[in-house]
C-alpha cells in the first residue's frame, strides 16, 4: 500500500513499530502467515497467505487500522493511502539463502 500522493507513512521507527503492532493484532482476528515484508517510507509489500478470511478482508482490517493509527496520532485530516489493494496469487516460492 503506498501513501497518498506518495507521502511517507512510516515517518519514524515508531510508525514501523506500530505497523508490525498492527499486523499482530490483526492476526489475532484473522490468522494468516507471513512470508515476506519489504516497508519503506512511503509504502510497503507483504506476501501473506490467508487460508481461513479472504485475503482482501484481512489487507483491509490491517489498513484501516493503521490508518486510524497515524491519522490519530499526526493529527491528519487527510486519506493516508492512495489506490487500491492487489493481490497476486503466488505460485512458487523460491529459497534464495
Known sequence: MRGNNRQDIFKSETDVAEFFRVL???YMKQPFTLISYCIM???YHLLIRSPEAPLGKVMGHINRLYSVTITKRNNLTLVTY???VTSQKVRKILQVF
Do not use: L, Q, R, W
Request: proline share 0%.
Open 82 to 84: 492512495m489506490g487500491v
Open 41 to 43: 517510507t512511503n509504502h
Open 24 to 26: 499482530h493484532y490483526s
